[in-house]
């Protein structure tokens, strides 16, 4: 729902409410217009005066006419039925006296009302609706992953761009070759590392090494931190990195580069608090995407870390980050 339905639906909340209102007024109001209002004892003293004609009572109210024509209304601090006083002053007056029960109000009213509570929860219903469709429904994507995908069309980064680690860009032409021409490795029977981890101090140059490999082989390039899988309800971790695979699957052949990625993958111990227990369980699944059993071909994961020692033995086991740069 956009706004302009938004402003629509304003706009009749507004019609309607002034609509309601002019016919309340024309249903009741008007009918005391001309009568003068008269005070509980300005009026007590007229019937004792003998110059009150007749008097008609509906519960505290009495509205009536004077002898010289002119019509009133008062209001009785207690119900009339309940003042005898005022009866017997009444008919020693030779006043006429009648009661009524209280107006009903119209059938289009008593239908309206219930059918605001109504109009209420269908409008309360379409304002979450919107908001789980837009950015503030941020509650609905919790378990999204926050993989974010750099832009094609930018300049993109190549070996030339990186100065010195010669060394480490040799050992990634095997990578950049397999992602131009994989039906060649295929042929061969040669099974390319699905993992590369890259460690050294900050500052080293990994995060633009991982950029240059993508722009040297032409694929996209997905990038996320290790510590946006990590919360403190228990499943998002995992939820998270399914659905970082999901995309990567969609948009095969590419590079999922995991920055910080201790932040996750440190070694498994003990689990006692409900923190260590989700971090557990979101290394779980990205060992699980990265072992073979799911159908990833065509995604290369390069990690990158400044805590080798502290990452997990299985991450770095033969078929997943065995290749250390």
């Not at 010195?164 to 950049?176: F, I, T, Y």
């Not at 995991?258 to 070694?267: K, T």
């Amino acid at each position: 729902m956009n706004h302009s339905i938004l402003r629509n639906l304003a706009f009749y909340a507004l019609m309607f409410f002034v609509v309601w209102t002019v016919a309340d007024y024309m249903s009741g109001s008007h009918q005391t217009a001309q009568a003068t209002a008269l005070g509980y004892s300005d009026f007590t003293e007229k019937v004792t005066a003998g110059d009150v004609d007749k008097v008609v009572i509906v519960q505290n109210n009495i509205r009536g006419t004077l002898k010289d024509g002119t019509e009133f209304t008062t209001i009785a601090p207690d119900a009339p039925s309940n003042d005898r006083d005022l009866y017997t002053r009444l008919s020693e007056k030779g006043v006429t006296i009648s009661a009524e029960n209280p107006p009903e109000p119209p059938w289009w009213q008593t239908l309206l009302t219930s059918l605001i509570p109504i109009a209420l929860l269908i409008g309360f219903w379409f304002f979450i609706m919107q908001q789980s469709q837009m950015g503030g429904g941020r509650m609905m994507n919790f378990g999204k992953s926050r993989v974010r995908l750099m832009v094609s069309d930018k300049k993109k980064v190549t070996f030339a761009d990186v100065a010195g680690a010669d060394e480490a860009k040799q050992e990634l032409e095997e990578v950049v070759e397999f992602l131009k021409t994989p039906d060649k490795f295929n042929e061969l029977g040669a099974r390319i590392p699905k993992g590369v981890l890259l460690f050294g101090p900050p500052g080293t140059g990994k995060t633009l090494l991982a950029k240059a490999v993508a722009g040297e082989a032409g694929v996209q390039f997905f990038t996320i931190s290790g510590s946006d899988f990590v919360e403190m309800f228990v499943g998002v971790g995992a939820s998270r990195v399914r659905d970082l695979f999901e995309q990567a699957k969609k948009a095969a052949p590419c590079i999922v580069f995991i920055d910080e990625i201790d932040a996750v993958g440190r070694q498994r111990g003990a689990g006692l608090g409900g923190g260590h227990d989700e971090r557990e369980q979101t290394l779980n699944q990205l060992l699980v995407e990265m072992d073979g059993f799911a159908s990833n071909e065509g995604i290369i994961i390069i990690a990158a870390t400044n805590r080798p020692d502290v990452l997990d033995p299985a991450l770095l086991r033969p078929g997943r980050c065995d290749r250390q740069i």
